[in-house]
């Protein structure tokens, strides 16, 4: 097991900023990719950014410009930097680590709430 650990939510007026970090409790180097996502009420769980070991990075269109993902393999933790927030931001976001025996391994999520 590779227990995700999320955090960094909390309420934010709209133009805000935030940074979620995810932390894991083993090396995350072994994985070739990490990725952060989201689920609003009511609605499916979405792909909000991801990032490889080399550190390329990939963005949902929604949220380009605006996020922006990273990850330290020193500290094991990857990171998700949002600025210039909006309401339509609000969501749980949950951290993800790919798994080849298995199930995706996931975090329990992070609230995050933008007001008007």
């Known amino acids: 097991q590779v227990p995700l650990v999320e955090s960094g939510g909390g309420l934010v007026q709209a133009g805000g900023s935030l940074r979620l970090s995810c932390a894991a409790s083993?090396?995350?180097?072994?994985?070739?990719?990490m990725r952060w996502y989201r689920q609003a009420p009511g609605k499916q769980r979405e792909f909000v950014a991801s990032?490889?070991?080399?550190?390329?990075?990939n963005y949902a269109d929604s949220v380009k410009g605006r996020f922006t993902i990273s990850r330290d393999n020193v500290k094991n933790t990857v990171y998700l930097q949002m600025n210039s927030l909006k309401p339509e931001d609000t969501a749980d976001y949950y951290c993800?680590?790919?798994?080849?025996?298995?199930?995706?391994?996931w975090g329990k999520g992070t609230l995050v709430t933008v007001s008007s």
């Open positions: 083993r090396s995350i180097f072994r994985f070739n990719i």
């Open positions: 993800n680590a790919p798994n080849d025996l298995g199930p995706d391994y």
């Open positions: 990032i490889t070991r080399g550190g390329n990075t």
